[in-house]
Structures are given as structure tokens and as C-alpha cells.
């Protein structure tokens, strides 16, 4: 029985860990507004159903379910914040597929019913489209101009 434990744990150890997934942009000119995914027809729907239950600038201590602190993808500021950390673009690393990796980590096993709420309840999971279609825009979202002043904020590029 032990050994069978043993081999469990190595089984989930062996599972990969984050890795960007090299996708570029495949936008024939990101700068000029020609692009196929952007915030209004995919992240803000995408974030809405599968991150900000947790991941919302509305939710404080452990009302985000372990998210980071101002890791806030209810807007795209607070997206563009996270996507030019770096080293550390945690949405590709998390939940992008390319061609360099498929990251499954999030969103995670359990998920909260309401924004904030306990982990109640399996969480939705993307499939395979939207993750490549996630890390496409991630990666054209880099290229794009950002300009937050208007929004009280600094710009983020």
C-alpha cells in the first residue's frame, strides 16, 4: 500500500509545471486595431467565466481564494499588469496552451459559486480552443499600445 501511495506522488509530481507557452501573435497588425481577439470579444468574457470568482479587484483576503494580491482580471488594466510582469506572465503560465506547453494549472480543481464564496463547487474549465485562443491574445495584447491615464492609472506599456 505504501509503495502505491509513493507512486501517486510521483505520478502528480510528474504532471509538468508552468511553462510559457511561445505563442506569438498571429495578428497581422495588432497596432492598428485589425486584430481577430481583443478584451471586448474574448478576455473579458474569458475572465469573467473562468478567473474572477477569485481573481476580481471587488475581493479582499479570503475572499480570493488564495489569488495574489492585485492579480485583478476583472479589467483589462489589471490583466496588461499581469501580462507585463516579468518575468512572470502568470496567465500564460497558468491556464495558455502553444506551442511550447499546455498549462492546465488554472483555473483550479474547486471553484466558489459566488464571487468570493467558499470552494464549493467544481470549477468550469476552459478546453483546448479557448486556452490557445487565451494565449493568443495574451501575446497580442503585448504588442498592443495601452494608455490607462484616463482611468487614473499609469500607462502600462
Same mark, same amino acid.
Request: proline share 7%; net charge negative.
Given at each position: 500500500?505504501?509503495?502505491?501511495?509513493?507512486?501517486?506522488?510521483?505520478?502528480?509530481?510528474?504532471?509538468?509545471?508552468?511553462?510559457?507557452?511561445?505563442?506569438?501573435?498571429?495578428?497581422?497588425?495588432?497596432?492598428?486595431?485589425?486584430?481577430?481577439?481583443?478584451?471586448?470579444?474574448?478576455?473579458?468574457?474569458?475572465?469573467?467565466?473562468?478567473?474572477?470568482?477569485?481573481?476580481?479587484?471587488?475581493?479582499?483576503?479570503?475572499?480570493?481564494? =488564495?489569488?495574489?494580491?492585485?492579480? @485583478?482580471?476583472?479589467?483589462?488594466? +489589471?490583466?496588461? *499588469?499581469?501580462?507585463? $510582469? !516579468?518575468?512572470?506572465?502568470?496567465?500564460?503560465?497558468?491556464?495558455?496552451?502553444?506551442?511550447?506547453?499546455?498549462?492546465?494549472?488554472?483555473?483550479?480543481?474547486?471553484?466558489?459559486?459566488?464571487? =468570493?464564496?467558499?470552494?464549493?463547487? @467544481?470549477?468550469?474549465?476552459?478546453? +483546448?480552443?479557448? *486556452?490557445?485562443?487565451? $494565449? !493568443?491574445?495574451?501575446?497580442?495584447?503585448?504588442?498592443?499600445?495601452?494608455?490607462?491615464t484616463d482611468a487614473g492609472v499609469?500607462?502600462?506599456?
Open positions: 500500500m505504501h509503495r502505491i501511495a509513493i507512486a501517486c506522488a510521483l505520478a502528480a509530481c510528474s504532471s509538468g509545471s508552468p511553462t510559457f507557452t511561445g505563442t506569438e501573435c498571429a495578428d497581422p497588425d495588432p497596432v492598428t486595431g485589425t486584430t481577430t481577439l481583443t478584451w471586448d470579444n474574448f478576455g473579458q468574457h474569458f475572465m469573467a467565466k473562468y478567473c474572477t470568482s477569485c481573481h476580481s479587484s471587488l475581493l479582499t483576503n479570503s475572499h480570493r481564494n =488564495g489569488a495574489p494580491y492585485l492579480h @485583478d482580471f476583472d479589467s483589462l488594466y +489589471g490583466v496588461v *499588469r499581469i501580462i507585463f $510582469a !516579468q518575468p512572470d506572465n502568470h496567465i500564460d503560465l497558468q491556464a495558455g496552451w502553444g506551442p511550447a506547453a499546455q498549462n492546465n494549472f488554472m483555473p483550479g480543481a474547486r471553484c466558489p459559486t459566488m464571487p =468570493g464564496g467558499l470552494l464549493d463547487e @467544481d470549477c468550469t474549465q476552459p478546453n +483546448g480552443d479557448e *486556452r490557445t485562443q487565451l $494565449a !493568443q491574445w495574451i501575446a497580442c495584447e503585448r504588442l498592443r499600445p495601452h494608455d490607462f499609469a500607462d502600462a506599456n
